[in-house]
C-alpha cells in the first residue's frame, strides 16, 4: 500500500516520540512491502515562534492533501503560565480538528497485564480493564460562542450540539460495540444540562437500529467515580467534547502511566493518530520520554486502512518490550533504557517477528540487549 503521511512533531516531547513511531512505520514497510511518503510540517508552539500562527496554512495544506497526520504533542510553558497569550499552542490543534473535520477521538484504555504493579489502583480493581473512549470532538464547550464583559469580571462559553453533530459519531461508537462486547454507555449530565437532554434524546432514537447492542446511561460524575472503582464494567463510552477530554485522561492512568496510551481522531475524509500525552516540557531532549503511545498511534494507522496485520505485528512488538522490560524509566525507575532504545528494540521486533527469539538478560541489566 501506498500512504502520504504528514508527520507534526510539535513541542516538547513530540518530536522524540513522533521519531519512534515512524522508526517502526517505516519496519512495517520493509517487513510487509508497503510505501509510506512522510512530510514534516510544524504545529503548536514552535509554528508560533517561527510563523506566529500555530497553525500556518502550509501545514493545513499538507494535512489536507496527506491520507493521515501523525501527531506529536503539543504545548509550551510560556503560554501556559501566560493568562494574557492571545495566541496559544492549543489553537493550532483545535483548528487542526475543525479544519480536516475530525469528528470522532477514538481512545483505547487497556491495562497490560505485565504492568498491573505500576497503576496507582489495587491490581484486582483494574485486572482485565478494557475499553474505548468515543469523544466528541468538534462540537461543544471548546468551540462555543464565547463572551467576557469589557470590564473583565464576567465570561460565558457556549456548549452547543446539533442532532447531526451527535448522530455521527454515535453511529461509529454504535458499531464499535457491535464488535466488541455489546455494550454501550452514553456519559452525560442530562439531570442539568439541556444539551445532554438532546444527546439522550438522540443517542437512545438511534440505538433502536443496534438492538444487540445494550445502551446505558450514566451521569458525568458517576463515570468518574466507576472509571475508578470498577473500570471493567465498561465497553464502549460514548461522550461529549468536554467530559470526553476529562474521563479519558482520568482512564490514563488506570495503566500506571499515560505514555501507553493512544488516540485517534477520525472524520469522513481524514484522520489523525496521537499520543494523549503531554508535550512534557521537563523531559525534552532528555531521551526518557515513553514512545510507547505513539507507536501505538501508528498502530490505530495502520488499523485504519485495514492493515491489520501489520498493526498486530506493532502491537506484538510492543508487548515484547514490556515482558523483557525493554522500556523507559516511568514504567521502571530503575531502567537504563532510553527512548531511542525503546523505539529501536520495538522497529527491530516488527522486523523480526520471531516469537522465539532468545534474550542475552546479562545484558539487559546493562542496559543493552541481544537478539540471538
Request: with cysteine; glycine share 8%; charged share 25%.
Amino acid at each position: 500500500m501506498n500512504l502520504k503521511i504528514a508527520l507534526l512533531a510539535g513541542d516538547g516531547i513530540g518530536p522524540e516520540v513522533l521519531s519512534q513511531a515512524v522508526k517502526c512505520l517505516q519496519a512495517v514497510e520493509e517487513t510487509f512491502n508497503h510505501n509510506f511518503v512522510y512530510r514534516e510540517a510544524p504545529v503548536g508552539a514552535i509554528a508560533i515562534d517561527k510563523h506566529g500562527d500555530p497553525l500556518p496554512e502550509k501545514t493545513l495544506n499538507l494535512c489536507e492533501e496527506a491520507d493521515a497526520v501523525l501527531f506529536g504533542a503539543i504545548g509550551d510553558p510560556k503560554y501556559d503560565n501566560n493568562p494574557d497569550a492571545k495566541v496559544r499552542p492549543e489553537q493550532g490543534l483545535l483548528k487542526l480538528r475543525k479544519e480536516l473535520g475530525l469528528f470522532a477521538n477514538i481512545r483505547p484504555v487497556k491495562v497490560f497485564p505485565k504492568l498491573l504493579k505500576n497503576s496507582p489502583l489495587k491490581p484486582e480493581i483494574i485486572s482485565g480493564t478494557d475499553f474505548t473512549i468515543y469523544r466528541e470532538l468538534t462540537g461543544g464547550i471548546y468551540f462555543g460562542e464565547k463572551k467576557i464583559n469589557a470590564e473583565g469580571t464576567e465570561a460565558s462559553d457556549l456548549c452547543s450540539y446539533t442532532e447531526k453533530e451527535i448522530s455521527r459519531i454515535a453511529h461509529l461508537a454504535f458499531k464499535a460495540a457491535k464488535n466488541r462486547k455489546n455494550k454501550l454507555t452514553l456519559v452525560d449530565k442530562a439531570n442539568v444540562l439541556e444539551s445532554s437532554r438532546l444527546w439522550r434524546k438522540v443517542v437512545s432514537k438511534i440505538g433502536e437500529s443496534y438492538p444487540e447492542v445494550k445502551l446505558e446511561y450514566m451521569f458525568v460524575d458517576n463515570a468518574a467515580m466507576q472509571i475508578i472503582l470498577n473500570p471493567s464494567q465498561f465497553d464502549v463510552i460514548l461522550t461529549e467534547n468536554m467530559f470526553g477530554d476529562i474521563i479519558s485522561d482520568e482512564g490514563s492512568v488506570i495503566g500506571g502511566s499515560i505514555g501507553l496510551l493512544a488516540s485517534a481522531s477520525v472524520g469522513t475524509d481524514s484522520a489523525m493518530f496521537e499520543p494523549i500525552h503531554g508535550s512534557y516540557p521537563q523531559a525534552k531532549g532528555q531521551d526518557i520520554a515513553n514512545p510507547i503511545a505513539s507507536i501505538l498511534s501508528a498502530a490505530m494507522l495502520l488499523e485504519h486502512f485495514k492493515l491489520f496485520e501489520e498493526a498486530m505485528a506493532v502491537r506484538e512488538a510492543v508487548d515484547k518490550s514490556l515482558k523483557k522490560g525493554i522500556v523507559t524509566p516511568d514504567l521502571d525507575s530503575k531502567s537504563q533504557y532510553g527512548t531511542n532504545h525503546v523505539g529501536d528494540f520495538i522497529a527491530e521486533n516488527i522486523v523480526d517477528s520471531d516469537d522465539d527469539f532468545n534474550m542475552n538478560d546479562e545484558n539487559i541489566d546493562l542496559g543493552k540487549s541481544t537478539i540471538i
